[in-house]
């Protein structure tokens, strides 16, 4: 601070000390800096006496610049002196003028008046900067300007130029500039500088090398590998590669060493070469030599309390049970949390709540410990220490950040109340489930976002359950995609949704409509779905537009949902046209998260057209016609099924029953069934814990009509092509000699698989293989008829089914099956192969 004090009345000064100090942040512009709080100011302000006023004020060593100094100051004679506005005075003068205040003399006040002396230091300084001979696209002026730590108003000193230089070369590096050349030229007549830049070309990674490596590859098409743990990046196709920086490689080698530590080479190093420039120095090869090291392995496992504690409440033995680290594993990190977290779970499952972030010291909640002790070799015991706390239960749920959502919409995916346990699994799942909405998205990251903690109440056996969410602007979104199918031939689809619909939220004002549904301030937060899905396709064609309410009456888990479609599909077959055109309601009552019963009406114009002249009389393609089918339909759905590419111990049955006009009205009377199960049984795991699976699968349908009548050609049931019998075309089972489908009023079919891995990748930081190609040996038979006791010859067919799901595309599942009969009849049309590409 700037200390002042004032003379006696015989005239004697007292010189004030003035402490210069260092300009702080490296971004700051001068070598050294004042400060400014007189020690004289600091006795009036406490009152001993009034602030004097000030009389004159005169100035020493400004030169030419008195002026201008004057001008600056806000403190004027007249004044009352002020502490703060005399500091505001000092940082002004020597941020924008570079002028230092050497010493002060204040005469002793009389009558309330006084007389300031300053003593100034003018720096040599340049009013203007300038950036000259780059490509502003790259770095902006104000780019540059907060890059070294200047304001467009500023004055430079000659002192600051090579700083300024080094932080201009810095900034341009940062952006892959690596030879940037930069030179300053002071331009006294003008009172400026430049800054002459030559950024040269951008340097980019263009090829990335690895040697020493055994254990991880280099490269790997799913899966961890090291191309894919560096920062930097060669590109690919028509995306170049990542810009080079002074960082990169040291980042390249703490994320490769990071995860060699990972899967248990705690000794690996990654050591980098030197960087070889091509291609005019716009291109660098990087090379990185890696001593991988040993592996260390697990010696001994155990879970102990916490120093200080007493005994665990629950069985040791029982608690040990849980882990599967075993001696001898790889020390790989994965492998440890995956045993912490089983034993978070098994406490978390009896109210042993954690700790919410923040909250230390509070001995009633759950907390544990990882111990590494090295051992003998290269082995490591992994001890778990634990402090058990206290079961609590839960006191309140709480909901906070839903702008728009509705309370009911996000509680209804919480399956724990007030007064329950507070599992911790259970809260997990409910997480997940809200997350699966994906109503909620981080406004910043534009990710899922769903936050939820266990929070101490006044009562240390009770908690209340907290849930965060963020709603990011509008929950629509439109999906361009396509495929291909063996049953429906190529298409391309657009997908337009809208998710936590709201019907009755309407826009506050008509004039405003139209921002407030895009930013999702209207329509939004009851959490129903509304859907628009086209999908032209060469020989399928489908459009629908659906409304659907999960929760109609607001009840929770055990709901009545509601949906709606209205929908126009197309089918173009050789030896005929179909379409249809309806539209359907459909309430459903859920009973726990597997089961549910639904029941609704339908409402279809069914239309035939186009006929081959060659159709066969009597087998329904004597006349083209169009017809209303007007129907009811009943049925329960189950399922435990959690992934639908590898399902392992789970089931599904469904059966609907539908009966076609009657009191319904319509051109049509029959009532028919469908019935459709799987089970899914788990063989074992193999040495990466894959799964083998045995699976059944089956269908059956029938519809029953009067004596001398039978079901309208286009409502029949058909066997052959996925989903039925593999090895036989779509409906290529039972036609007519010239090749026409017939169909029947009884249909059957069932499949039993053998499915197992093919291809897999380790992802990090999952102990599980991720399986993105699995096999399956099929058998496959079926038949219809027009009754179940009057069914034709059963069809076989057998063969080998590859199913691939890409990490980057888990949206378009690929199955291709090779299928051959092994019992078929005559003029039933084969088919070898057969691929879906996508799906409806």
Same mark, same amino acid.
């Given at each position: 601070?700037l200390?002042?004090?004032?003379?006696?009345?015989?005239g004697?000064?007292?010189?004030?000390s003035?402490v210069?100090c260092l300009a702080?942040?490296?971004?700051?512009l001068?070598?050294f800096?004042?400060?400014?709080t007189?020690d004289?100011a600091?006795?009036?302000?406490?009152?001993?006496?009034?602030?004097p006023?000030?009389?004159?004020?005169?100035?020493?060593g400004?030169g030419?610049r008195e002026?201008?100094i004057?001008?600056?100051l806000s403190l004027?004679?007249g004044?009352v002196y002020?502490?703060e506005?005399?500091?505001r005075?000092?940082?002004?003068l020597?941020?924008r003028?570079r002028?230092?205040l050497e010493t002060?003399?204040?005469d002793e006040?009389?009558?309330?008046?006084?007389?300031f002396?300053?003593?100034?230091?003018?720096?040599?300084?340049?009013?203007?900067v300038?950036?000259?001979?780059h490509?502003e696209d790259?770095?902006s002026?104000?780019?540059?300007?907060?890059?070294?730590g200047l304001?467009g108003a500023q004055?430079?000193?000659?002192?600051a130029i090579p700083?300024?230089?080094a932080d201009?070369?810095q900034?341009?590096?940062r952006?892959?500039f690596?030879?940037?050349?930069?030179s300053s030229?002071v331009?006294?007549g003008?009172?400026?500088?430049a800054?002459?830049?030559q950024?040269?070309?951008?340097?980019?990674v263009?090829?990335?090398?690895?040697?020493g490596?055994?254990v991880?590859?280099?490269?790997?098409f799913?899966g961890?590998d090291?191309e894919?743990t560096v920062e930097?990046g060669d590109?690919w196709?028509?995306?170049p590669?990542?810009?080079?920086?002074d960082?990169?490689?040291?980042?390249?080698k703490?994320a490769?060493e990071?995860?060699y530590?990972?899967y248990?080479?705690l000794?690996?190093?990654a050591t980098p070469?030197?960087p070889?420039?091509?291609?005019?120095n716009s291109?660098?090869?990087?090379t990185?030599?890696?001593?991988?090291?040993?592996?260390?392995t697990?010696?001994?496992?155990?879970?102990?309390?916490m120093t200080g504690?007493?005994?665990?409440?629950?069985?040791?033995?029982e608690v040990l049970?849980?882990?599967?680290?075993?001696?001898?594993q790889p020390?790989e990190?994965?492998?440890?949390?995956?045993?912490?977290a089983?034993?978070?779970?098994y406490?978390?499952?009896?109210?042993?709540?954690?700790?919410?972030?923040?909250?230390?010291?509070?001995?009633?909640?759950?907390t544990?410990?990882t111990?590494?002790i090295?051992?003998?070799?290269?082995?490591?015991d992994?001890?778990?220490?634990?402090?058990?706390g206290s079961?609590k239960?839960i006191?309140?749920?709480?909901i906070?950040g839903?702008?728009?959502?509705q309370d009911?919409?996000?509680?209804?995916e919480i399956s724990?109340e007030p007064g329950?346990l507070a599992?911790?699994a259970?809260?997990a799942?409910?997480?997940?489930r809200?997350?699966?909405?994906s109503y909620?998205l981080d406004?910043?990251?534009?990710?899922?976002?769903?936050?939820?903690?266990f929070?101490?109440?006044?009562?240390p056996n009770?908690v209340d359950?907290?849930?965060?969410?963020?709603?990011g602007r509008g929950?629509?979104n439109i999906?361009?995609?396509?495929?291909?199918s063996?049953?429906?031939g190529p298409?391309?689809s657009?997908?337009?949704?809208?998710s936590?619909f709201d019907?009755?939220d309407v826009p506050?004002s008509w004039g405003?409509?139209f921002s407030?549904?895009i930013?999702?301030?209207?329509?939004?937060?009851?959490?129903?779905t509304?859907r628009? $899905?086209?999908?032209?396709g060469s020989? !399928?064609s489908?459009?629908r *537009? /659906? &409304?659907f309410e999960?929760?109609? +009456?607001?009840?929770?888990?055990?709901?009545?949902?509601?949906?709606?479609?209205l929908?126009k599909?197309?089918r173009?077959?050789?030896t005929?046209d179909?379409d249809?055109?309806g539209?359907?309601?459909?309430l459903?009552?859920r009973?726990?998260?597997?089961?549910?019963l639904?029941?609704g009406p339908?409402y279809e114009?069914?239309g035939?057209s186009d006929?081959?002249?060659?159709a066969?009389?009597g087998i329904g393609?004597?006349n083209e016609f169009t017809?209303w089918?007007?129907s009811?339909a009943?049925g329960a759905n189950?399922s435990?099924?959690?992934?639908?590419?590898?399902p392992?111990?789970?089931?599904?049955?469904r059966l609907?029953?539908r009966q076609n006009g009657g $009191?319904l009205?319509?051109?049509?009377? !029959?009532?028919e069934?469908d *019935? /459709? &199960?799987?089970k899914?049984?788990? +063989?074992w795991?193999?040495a990466?814990?894959?799964?083998?699976?045995?699976?059944?699968?089956?269908?059956a349908?029938?519809?029953w009509?009067?004596?001398?009548e039978s079901?309208?050609?286009?409502?029949?049931?058909w066997?052959?092509g996925t989903n039925t019998v593999r090895?036989?075309?779509?409906?290529g089972?039972?036609?007519?000699?010239?090749?026409?489908a017939?169909?029947?009023?009884?249909?059957?079919?069932a499949s039993?698989?053998l499915?197992?891995?093919?291809?897999s990748a380790?992802i990090r930081?999952e102990?599980?293989?991720?399986q993105?190609?699995?096999?399956?040996?099929?058998l496959?038979?079926?038949?219809?008829g027009?009754?179940?006791?009057?069914l034709d010859?059963?069809?076989v067919?057998?063969?080998?089914?590859?199913?691939i799901r890409?990490?980057?595309?888990?949206?378009?599942?690929?199955?291709?099956d090779?299928?051959?009969?092994l019992?078929s009849?005559?003029f039933?049309d084969e088919?070898?192969f057969?691929l879906?590409?996508g799906?409806f």
């Amino acid at each position: 601070m700037l200390p002042i004090s004032y003379r006696g009345r015989r005239g004697c000064a007292v010189l004030l000390s003035l402490v210069a100090c260092l300009a702080g942040p490296a971004g700051s512009l001068a070598a050294f800096a004042p400060a400014a709080t007189p020690d004289g100011a600091l006795a009036w302000s406490q009152g001993q006496e009034p602030m004097p006023i000030i009389d004159e004020i005169v100035l020493t060593g400004a030169g030419d610049r008195e002026a201008a100094i004057r001008a600056a100051l806000s403190l004027r004679v007249g004044d009352v002196y002020s502490p703060e506005r005399w500091r505001r005075d000092v940082d002004f003068l020597w941020l924008r003028l570079r002028v230092r205040l050497e010493t002060i003399r204040m005469d002793e006040p009389v009558d309330g008046h006084t007389t300031f002396y300053i003593d100034c230091a003018v720096l040599e300084a340049f009013r203007r900067v300038l950036f000259l001979g780059h490509d502003e696209d790259d770095l902006s002026r104000e780019e540059l300007l907060l890059a070294t730590g200047l304001t467009g108003a500023q004055p430079i000193d000659r002192a600051a130029i090579p700083r300024i230089r080094a932080d201009v070369v810095q900034a341009f590096q940062r952006k892959g500039f690596f030879f940037v050349e930069v030179s300053s030229e002071v331009r006294e007549g003008a009172d400026e500088v430049a800054f002459l830049i030559q950024q040269g070309a951008k340097v980019r990674v263009g090829r990335v090398d690895f040697t020493g490596n055994q254990v991880i590859p280099a490269d790997a098409f799913v899966g961890t590998d090291l191309e894919g743990t560096v920062e930097s990046g060669d590109g690919w196709f028509i995306f170049p590669g990542t810009p080079f920086t002074d960082e990169t490689m040291q980042g390249d080698k703490i994320a490769i060493e990071k995860l060699y530590h990972e899967y248990g080479y705690l000794e690996a190093v990654a050591t980098p070469g030197e960087p070889e420039f091509y291609r005019d120095n716009s291109r660098v090869r990087l090379t990185y030599q890696i001593e991988e090291g040993p592996l260390f392995t697990v010696g001994a496992v155990d879970v102990l309390p916490m120093t200080g504690d007493g005994e665990l409440q629950y069985p040791r033995d029982e608690v040990l049970a849980l882990l599967e680290l075993e001696t001898g594993q790889p020390l790989e990190r994965t492998r440890l949390e995956r045993d912490a977290a089983a034993l978070r779970r098994y406490y978390g499952d009896r109210g042993h709540t954690t700790a919410p972030r923040g909250i230390q010291g509070d001995r009633s909640f759950f907390t544990m410990q990882t111990e590494r002790i090295l051992g003998e070799g290269n082995r490591y015991d992994v001890i778990y220490r634990i402090h058990e706390g206290s079961a609590k239960r839960i006191r309140d749920i709480l909901i906070s950040g839903n702008t728009y959502t509705q309370d009911r919409v996000i509680r209804r995916e919480i399956s724990l109340e007030p007064g329950d346990l507070a599992n911790m699994a259970e809260a997990a799942i409910s997480h997940r489930r809200l997350l699966g909405t994906s109503y909620f998205l981080d406004e910043q990251t534009r990710q899922p976002f769903v936050d939820y903690r266990f929070m101490p109440t006044e009562d240390p056996n009770l908690v209340d359950l907290h849930f965060q969410v963020s709603e990011g602007r509008g929950t629509g979104n439109i999906l361009f995609g396509g495929g291909l199918s063996s049953n429906n031939g190529p298409f391309v689809s657009v997908n337009l949704q809208k998710s936590n619909f709201d019907i009755t939220d309407v826009p506050s004002s008509w004039g405003g409509a139209f921002s407030e549904i895009i930013g999702g301030e209207a329509f939004t937060g009851g959490g129903q779905t509304l859907r628009l $899905f086209l999908a032209p396709g060469s020989q !399928f064609s489908t459009y629908r *537009l /659906s &409304f659907f309410e999960p929760d109609l +009456l607001g009840e929770h888990i055990n709901r009545l949902g509601f949906r709606t479609d209205l929908y126009k599909t197309f089918r173009f077959l050789r030896t005929h046209d179909e379409d249809r055109s309806g539209g359907s309601i459909n309430l459903s009552r859920r009973f726990g998260r597997d089961f549910s019963l639904f029941a609704g009406p339908r409402y279809e114009k069914v239309g035939l057209s186009d006929i081959d002249p060659a159709a066969p009389p009597g087998i329904g393609l004597d006349n083209e016609f169009t017809l209303w089918r007007q129907s009811l339909a009943i049925g329960a759905n189950w399922s435990t099924i959690k992934d639908r590419f590898s399902p392992v111990d789970s089931s599904k049955l469904r059966l609907e029953l539908r009966q076609n006009g009657g $009191f319904l009205g319509g051109d049509l009377e !029959f009532p028919e069934a469908d *019935l /459709s &199960f799987g089970k899914y049984i788990g +063989l074992w795991d193999d040495a990466l814990g894959r799964a083998w699976t045995l699976a059944f699968e089956g269908r059956a349908r029938k519809a029953w009509t009067s004596a001398g009548e039978s079901v309208p050609y286009t409502e029949r049931y058909w066997t052959g092509g996925t989903n039925t019998v593999r090895g036989f075309d779509y409906r290529g089972i039972g036609r007519t000699p010239g090749g026409f489908a017939i169909g029947g009023e009884a249909a059957i079919n069932a499949s039993m698989e053998l499915r197992f891995p093919i291809m897999s990748a380790r992802i990090r930081e999952e102990i599980s293989e991720f399986q993105w190609v699995r096999g399956a040996f099929f058998l496959d038979a079926g038949t219809f008829g027009s009754d179940f006791g009057d069914l034709d010859p059963v069809r076989v067919g057998a063969g080998v089914g590859v199913r691939i799901r890409l990490p980057m595309m888990p949206q378009f599942p690929i199955a291709l099956d090779f299928g051959w009969p092994l019992s078929s009849e005559e003029f039933d049309d084969e088919r070898v192969f057969t691929l879906n590409f996508g799906e409806f």
